[in-house]
């Protein structure tokens, strides 16, 4: 092991990283507004990536030129689950009843993809996606580091909507508290379903980066829901800042871990970071303590 | 003394009893020993989780600790193959308290939401753990002692076995429900502040029921493993399983006794027949998911308890109506 191979690692993780931040923070995002665990968020990132995949393969058209359509076209999925069988769930049951929900969509959708794509692995292609540059012994990939920017761009517009217009005054405050929200005027039940909506479309993005940097197939969100969701739980469910740093955090460890004992651990790093934190700070980095409610 | 419902449960004991030897057919049977450990499975899950409001979403670590207790200690202790494997079976159910103990012990100190994510990755770790360690096999697995039964035969032990595992966990978690200790999880699942308030040792008690459900589900992971002969790590750590059993107590109907019965008995019998039937995968897939949807929708809170409230509330209206009658009565001969 040599220091080229160390900062190679710590580079992968901030530049991978960045993207399961952006995929992580869609899932926290809708966690916090609507107390909905979105267990088809790994499915959607999926169905993200097939649909770059289908804009490539049937209109030729480029993987960040057709984000324009899919972001669109998967905040309106989004829009749909969450009318069709989220926005009826309440009670005391709801945040379980919405993982059981939301796992029944990503079974639907993962029959179809199979159906539509076959279970055969594919890859997103584009001519930057297998080059790279230099910067002394540390190679970049034009991919990656795209993927890093437009996770950053996604990242701040998301920050600048929730802290600088008028509808993030209202998410935020429905983050704080549901029903004084209500009171105050806002109307909680739009803005969880914008909420999910944008939760759901920042997956076109992510999905598109991981198609071109990993090869997929349907039952690959098994993989990704598992480390989104202990990404936003090391973070503290519901912080947006907390998603993004465990989200760069939770890869560059896996990396590193990858580099210096064996790549095979490195996925296990994940979730024994996580089994520690726990241990320490049971409500994550950035959680909140849980208070009463009723 | 013997009320009406009573004897439905001994009609469905006594229905069960016979089943292997009215369907001799050993496709059908098999499927009836996977119906019977998901039945137990489902009411162990539910004799905490149901009752706590604690959803696990990661019992296949039990599940696959019994399994690899049974493969690992019956090839080892070069066991003959037969019958004598039947006495490793609380073992892997001690060996899945031990698991869950500590897992409990950290899990435990966080709310409920968080719980479920937790109890997630914890599956992750067991399943990678088990693909990547050497004693486990690999992703190759294990093959246990090749028991040499009559083809014809060979699943009637199992399932009177597996019956055993379901009359058990029937019994204790109807004592569970019954006694101090169980109306003390009812209390954390309706509210656990003011059950602490109350003198509840809530951590005590949510780690005890954590540990208890995993002794049957960990010994339904032995049964399993001698049934199959042959355990691979994403099939004992699987997480379909994981989302089946709090499936099947949903549908049933959670917290109730009879209702992960009744989820399991239709969720994996029906399963089982549609993956026989639909040999394409997706289309099962969807089909499974619809149906699951549908259920959720229409009866959230479970068939048990979509039942029984039916009856309450016609109950409760005929008693309403027979008040007003009195009432009305009352008022006529008040007026006369």
């Known amino acids: ?294 | 003394m013997f009320e009406k419902k009573n004897l439905w449960w001994l009609l469905g004991a006594a229905v069960l009893a016979v089943f292997p030897l009215i369907v001799t057919n050993p496709a059908d049977t098999s499927i009836a020993v996977f119906t019977l450990l998901f039945m137990a499975c489902a009411t162990s899950w539910n004799m905490f989780s149901g009752y706590s409001g604690y959803i696990a979403l990661g019992s296949s670590v039990f599940y696959g600790c019994g399994a690899y207790t049974m493969a690992l200690v019956s090839i080892h202790a070069h066991m003959a193959p037969g019958a004598a494997m039947f006495w490793l079976v609380p073992l892997a159910g001690l060996v899945a308290m031990l698991v869950a103990l500590p897992i409990g012990w950290m899990a435990l100190r966080v709310r409920r939401h968080t719980f479920v994510v937790i109890t997630i990755a914890i599956f992750f770790i067991f399943q990678l753990a088990a693909i990547n360690f050497n004693f486990t096999g690999g992703t190759s697995g294990l093959a246990l002692p090749f028991i040499q039964w009559g083809f014809s035969y060979y699943n009637v032990p199992f399932y009177y076995v597996a019956l055993g595992l379901v009359i058990f966990i029937t019994f204790v978690s109807a004592g569970v429900r019954r006694s101090r200790f169980g109306l003390q999880l009812l209390a954390i699942r309706d509210d656990e502040d003011r059950a602490l308030g109350l003198g509840v040792k809530v951590t005590a008690v949510k780690i005890a029921g954590f540990t208890m459900s995993a002794f049957t589900i960990g010994m339904a992971g032995a049964v399993y493993a001698m049934f199959v002969g042959q355990i691979y790590p994403q099939f004992v750590f699987d997480p379909v399983f994981d989302i089946s059993v709090a499936l099947m107590a949903f549908l049933g109907g959670l917290g109730t006794l009879a209702g992960p019965l009744l989820g399991a008995l239709i969720l994996e019998s029906s399963q089982q027949y549609l993956t026989v039937s639909f040999s394409n995968g997706s289309l099962y897939l969807i089909l499974f998911g619809s149906l699951f949807l549908i259920v959720i929708m229409f009866m959230p809170r479970g068939i048990v308890p979509f039942f029984t409230d039916r009856t309450k509330r016609s109950a409760a209206l005929k008693v309403a109506e027979a008040n007003n009658q009195l009432a009305g009565a009352g008022a006529g001969s008040a007026q006369s």
């Not at chain 1, 071109?212 to 993989?223: E, H, K």
């Open chain 1, 1 to 294: 092991m040599n220091s080229t191979a160390l900062l190679s690692a710590a580079k992968d993780g901030i530049l991978t990283g960045s993207v399961y931040a952006l995929m992580a923070t869609g899932l926290t995002l809708i966690f916090g507004v609507m107390d909905i665990i979105n267990v088809a968020q790994g499915i959607l990132v999926i169905l993200g990536a097939y649909l770059s995949y289908a804009l490539q393969v049937h209109w030729h058209i480029d993987l960040f030129i057709g984000l324009l359509i899919t972001i669109p076209a998967m905040f309106v999925v989004g829009i749909v689950i969450e009318r069709l069988f989220l926005g009826r769930l309440k009670g005391p049951e709801k945040t379980a009843m919405s993982i059981l929900v939301t796992y029944a969509v990503s079974l639907l959708i993962e029959g179809a993809l199979n159906m539509i794509f076959s279970v055969n692995d594919v890859q997103l292609q584009g001519w930057y996606v297998n080059r790279a540059f230099a910067i002394g012994s540390v190679h970049f990939g034009y991919i990656y580091v795209a993927g890093f920017v437009l996770a950053v761009g996604l990242l701040s517009s998301l920050y600048f909507m929730l802290y600088r217009t008028r509808f993030g005054v209202s998410v935020r405050a429905s983050l704080a508290d549901q029903t004084s929200a209500a009171l105050v005027g806002i109307d909680v039940k739009r803005v969880s379903t914008i909420c999910f909506g944008i939760g759901v479309a920042v997956t076109a993005a992510g999905g598109m980066i991981y198609g071109a940097t990993n090869s997929f197939n349907a039952s690959t969100s098994y993989d990704l829901i598992s480390r989104l969701l202990t990404i936003i739980v090391l973070g503290g469910m519901g912080s947006l800042g907390g998603a993004m740093l465990a989200g760069v955090g939770m890869v560059f460890i896996g990396d590193m871990v990858g580099v210096i004992w064996s790549p095979i651990w490195s996925s296990m790093s994940y979730f024994v970071v996580l089994a520690v934190v726990l241990l320490f700070r049971p409500q994550g980095l950035f959680g909140k303590q849980a208070v009463r409610v009723a």
